[in-house]
Protein backbone atom coordinates (compact mmCIF):
# COMPACT_ATOMS: atom_id res chain seq x y z
CA UNK A 1 0.00 0.00 0.00
CA UNK A 2 2.99 2.10 0.65
CA UNK A 3 4.32 1.91 -3.01
CA UNK A 4 0.46 2.53 -4.14
CA UNK A 5 0.50 6.03 -1.63
CA UNK A 6 3.91 7.01 -3.03
CA UNK A 7 2.66 6.45 -6.71
CA UNK A 8 -0.73 8.23 -6.48
CA UNK A 9 1.27 11.18 -4.61
CA UNK A 10 3.86 11.13 -7.18
CA UNK A 11 0.94 11.35 -10.09
CA UNK A 12 -0.46 13.91 -7.87
CA UNK A 13 2.72 16.07 -7.82
CA UNK A 14 3.23 15.84 -11.32
CA UNK A 15 -0.33 17.13 -12.02
CA UNK A 16 -0.41 19.96 -10.02
CA UNK A 17 3.11 20.96 -11.39
CA UNK A 18 1.59 20.13 -15.16
CA UNK A 19 -1.67 22.60 -13.97
CA UNK A 20 0.58 25.37 -12.63
CA UNK A 21 2.44 25.62 -16.12
CA UNK A 22 -0.73 25.53 -18.15
CA UNK A 23 -2.43 27.84 -15.53
CA UNK A 24 0.87 29.82 -16.12
CA UNK A 25 1.12 29.96 -19.79
CA UNK A 26 -2.58 30.91 -19.62
CA UNK A 27 -2.32 33.92 -17.48
CA UNK A 28 0.40 34.96 -20.01
CA UNK A 29 -1.73 34.09 -23.27
CA UNK A 30 -4.35 36.64 -21.65
CA UNK A 31 -1.90 39.46 -20.59
CA UNK A 32 -0.48 39.16 -24.28
CA UNK A 33 -4.04 39.67 -25.43
CA UNK A 34 -4.84 42.43 -22.99
CA UNK A 35 -1.37 44.15 -24.52
CA UNK A 36 -2.36 43.26 -28.07
CA UNK A 37 -5.64 44.90 -27.41
CA UNK A 38 -4.44 48.50 -25.94
CA UNK A 39 -1.80 48.37 -28.87
CA UNK A 40 -4.56 48.01 -31.22
CA UNK A 41 -6.87 50.70 -29.77
CA UNK A 42 -3.58 53.09 -29.87
CA UNK A 43 -3.31 52.53 -33.18
CA UNK A 44 -6.73 52.64 -34.07
CA UNK A 45 -6.91 55.85 -31.93
CA UNK A 46 -3.56 57.51 -33.75
CA UNK A 47 -4.86 56.43 -37.65
CA UNK A 48 -8.04 58.21 -36.42
CA UNK A 49 -6.17 61.21 -35.19
CA UNK A 50 -4.23 61.18 -38.19
CA UNK A 51 -6.91 61.37 -40.52
CA UNK A 52 -8.68 64.20 -38.80
CA UNK A 53 -5.92 66.39 -38.83
CA UNK A 54 -5.27 65.86 -42.77
CA UNK A 55 -8.78 66.59 -42.94
CA UNK A 56 -8.29 69.47 -41.33
CA UNK A 57 -5.60 70.94 -42.85
CA UNK A 58 -7.51 70.67 -46.53
CA UNK A 59 -9.60 73.04 -44.47
CA UNK A 60 -7.25 75.64 -42.87
CA UNK A 61 -7.21 77.80 -45.75
CA UNK A 62 -10.76 77.67 -46.31
CA UNK A 63 -11.45 79.09 -42.09
CA UNK A 64 -9.01 81.28 -43.18
CA UNK A 65 -10.59 83.33 -45.88
CA UNK A 66 -13.84 83.38 -44.66
CA UNK A 67 -12.50 84.82 -41.65
CA UNK A 68 -10.41 87.55 -44.10
CA UNK A 69 -13.62 87.74 -45.86
CA UNK A 70 -15.44 88.37 -42.37
CA UNK A 71 -12.89 90.97 -41.17
CA UNK A 72 -12.76 93.00 -45.04
CA UNK A 73 -16.70 92.91 -45.27
CA UNK A 74 -17.50 96.57 -46.56
CA UNK A 75 -19.51 98.98 -44.27
CA UNK A 76 -21.77 99.47 -47.34
CA UNK A 77 -22.77 95.85 -46.67
CA UNK A 78 -22.94 95.95 -43.09
CA UNK A 79 -26.25 94.54 -42.50
CA UNK A 80 -26.74 92.93 -45.80
CA UNK A 81 -28.29 89.06 -46.17
CA UNK A 82 -25.29 87.96 -47.61
CA UNK A 83 -22.52 89.42 -45.51
CA UNK A 84 -24.74 88.05 -42.84
CA UNK A 85 -24.79 84.84 -44.02
CA UNK A 86 -20.73 84.63 -44.67
CA UNK A 87 -20.86 85.39 -40.36
CA UNK A 88 -23.08 82.49 -40.40
CA UNK A 89 -21.17 80.10 -42.57
CA UNK A 90 -17.76 81.27 -40.66
CA UNK A 91 -19.67 80.11 -37.35
CA UNK A 92 -20.94 77.16 -38.08
CA UNK A 93 -17.25 75.57 -39.74
CA UNK A 94 -16.12 77.20 -36.34
CA UNK A 95 -17.94 74.77 -34.47
CA UNK A 96 -18.24 72.15 -37.08
CA UNK A 97 -14.22 71.51 -36.50
CA UNK A 98 -14.18 72.53 -32.61
CA UNK A 99 -16.10 69.13 -32.55
CA UNK A 100 -14.05 67.82 -34.00
CA UNK A 101 -11.35 68.79 -30.92
CA UNK A 102 -9.70 71.55 -32.90
CA UNK A 103 -8.50 74.24 -31.17
CA UNK A 104 -7.32 78.01 -32.03
CA UNK A 105 -3.95 78.84 -30.40
CA UNK A 106 -3.88 82.07 -28.63
CA UNK A 107 -1.88 84.48 -29.85
CA UNK A 108 -3.24 87.96 -29.42
CA UNK A 109 -1.00 91.16 -28.48
CA UNK A 110 0.68 90.76 -25.19
CA UNK A 111 0.83 86.55 -24.87
CA UNK A 112 4.29 85.73 -24.61
CA UNK A 113 5.64 84.08 -27.75
CA UNK A 114 6.41 79.98 -27.24
CA UNK A 115 8.09 78.77 -29.90
CA UNK A 116 6.50 75.30 -29.72
CA UNK A 117 3.21 77.43 -30.74
CA UNK A 118 4.08 80.06 -32.85
CA UNK A 119 6.39 80.93 -35.42
CA UNK A 120 8.03 84.36 -35.53
CA UNK A 121 8.12 85.80 -38.94
CA UNK A 122 8.74 89.30 -37.89
CA UNK A 123 10.63 91.23 -35.09
CA UNK A 124 10.10 94.39 -34.03
CA UNK A 125 11.46 96.79 -31.31
CA UNK A 126 9.74 98.18 -28.29
CA UNK A 127 9.82 98.08 -25.24
CA UNK A 128 7.58 96.93 -22.79
CA UNK A 129 7.80 92.96 -22.23
CA UNK A 130 10.54 90.96 -24.36
CA UNK A 131 9.55 88.28 -26.85
CA UNK A 132 5.69 89.20 -26.57
CA UNK A 133 3.05 88.71 -29.38
CA UNK A 134 2.51 92.25 -31.02
CA UNK A 135 0.38 90.86 -33.77
CA UNK A 136 -1.44 87.58 -35.24
CA UNK A 137 -0.90 87.27 -38.77
CA UNK A 138 -2.30 83.54 -39.33
CA UNK A 139 -4.09 81.57 -37.23
CA UNK A 140 -2.22 78.71 -35.73
CA UNK A 141 -4.42 75.41 -34.29
CA UNK A 142 -4.01 72.55 -32.04
CA UNK A 143 -5.86 69.18 -32.30
CA UNK A 144 -5.86 67.65 -29.02
CA UNK A 145 -2.00 68.48 -27.91
CA UNK A 146 -0.42 68.52 -31.33
CA UNK A 147 -0.30 71.48 -32.88
CA UNK A 148 -1.61 71.07 -36.72
CA UNK A 149 -0.69 74.76 -37.63
CA UNK A 150 1.23 77.16 -35.64
CA UNK A 151 0.65 80.83 -35.35
CA UNK A 152 2.02 83.30 -37.13
CA UNK A 153 3.13 86.30 -35.16
CA UNK A 154 5.04 89.29 -35.16
CA UNK A 155 6.95 89.61 -32.07
CA UNK A 156 8.02 92.65 -29.95
CA UNK A 157 11.26 92.85 -28.54
CA UNK A 158 13.48 95.16 -26.39
CA UNK A 159 16.05 97.08 -28.16
CA UNK A 160 20.06 95.60 -27.86
CA UNK A 161 22.84 98.29 -26.21
CA UNK A 162 24.76 99.10 -28.82
CA UNK A 163 27.48 96.55 -30.00
CA UNK A 164 30.91 97.23 -28.54
CA UNK A 165 34.53 95.75 -29.86
CA UNK A 166 36.18 94.41 -26.80
CA UNK A 167 39.33 94.49 -28.94
CA UNK A 168 39.48 98.32 -29.15
CA UNK A 169 38.50 98.38 -25.42
CA UNK A 170 41.86 96.49 -24.06
CA UNK A 171 43.96 98.34 -26.15
CA UNK A 172 43.07 101.46 -25.08
CA UNK A 173 43.26 100.44 -21.53
CA UNK A 174 46.52 99.46 -22.42
CA UNK A 175 47.36 102.36 -23.77
CA UNK A 176 46.54 104.23 -20.59
CA UNK A 177 43.52 106.03 -22.31
CA UNK A 178 40.44 106.46 -20.99
CA UNK A 179 37.74 103.94 -23.34
CA UNK A 180 35.46 106.54 -24.73
CA UNK A 181 32.33 106.74 -23.05
CA UNK A 182 29.01 105.91 -24.64
CA UNK A 183 26.01 108.39 -24.35
CA UNK A 184 22.45 107.35 -24.11
CA UNK A 185 20.46 108.39 -26.99
CA UNK A 186 17.32 110.56 -26.30
Known amino acids: MKDNDKKVSKKEAELENELAELTGDLKRVQADFVNYRYRVDQERKALSDAAKASTIMKLLPMIDDIERAITHVPQELAGNNWANGIVGLGKRLEKAVSELGL???????????????HEAVMMEDS?????????????????GQ???????????????????NPQ???????????????????
Open 168 to 186: TVVETQLEGEQPEQIKPED
Open 146 to 164: SVVRHSMVKVKRQPSPPER
Open 127 to 143: EGDEDAISEELRAGYQL
Open 103 to 117: TRIEASPGVLFDPSL
